[in-house]
């Protein structure tokens, strides 16, 4: 979509995060728009990386999630931009044009972390960030089908203190029950 656009150069491609991580630092390009999900790890890692190498690249992040928690994620990470996959061609352009003038970019069918249309420049910690070791344990055995009891002896935890873990899970991440909040993990990809 971008080939041959005035004012815009291609510099290479990677069909991995490892391949974007050495392309970057052997190319020096002053943008680099990064899938979400690649092969070897996640766009989220190698922005990360990216960055700590060569922290004047500005990183736009492409995804066909776009959940408050993926734009979030990727901000954290550094990123500047965020474009959903299904984007216009001249969505994307004006996403480069904008990071390229030092200004931040958030596709229009991107939930924003803030959640009122804006851009978000201090992060709060995201409530995926807020929970604690035992209540992703907790979290991840409920997204397995595991029962309050399985978790429990699993956890040498009570059924009745798993159940308030499961409780505070749902405060925090803001699901009115655990359906809800396996639908959230999965959205979010916190399933592995």
Aim: some cysteine.
């Amino acid at each position: 979509m971008l080939k041959g656009h005035p004012g815009i150069s291609i510099l290479g491609s990677a069909a991995s995060g490892t391949e974007a991580i050495l392309a970057a630092q052997r190319l020096n390009p002053t943008i680099v728009i990064m899938d979400l999900l690649l092969p070897d790890m996640s766009g989220i890692d190698a922005t990360m990386r990216i960055l700590a190498l060569r922290p004047q690249t500005r990183v736009i992040m492409l995804s066909a999630c776009h959940t408050s928690e993926h734009v979030y994620r990727a901000l954290r990470a550094g990123a500047v931009g965020y474009i959903v996959k299904d984007a216009l061609c001249n969505e994307l352009i004006r996403a480069v044009q904008a990071v390229r003038d030092g200004k931040h970019f958030l596709s229009s069918t991107a939930t924003p972390p803030d959640g009122d249309g804006g851009f978000c420049y201090s992060l709060p910690k995201s409530p995926l960030e807020r929970l604690s070791v035992r209540e992703r344990d907790v979290m991840t055995r409920i997204v397995a089908g595991a029962s309050s009891a399985d978790i429990a002896l699993h956890l040498s935890l009570s059924p009745k203190t798993v159940d308030t873990y499961r409780c505070r899970l749902m405060a925090k991440l803001g699901v009115g029950n655990r359906s809800a909040l396996i639908r959230f993990a999965i959205e979010n990809e916190l399933t592995m």
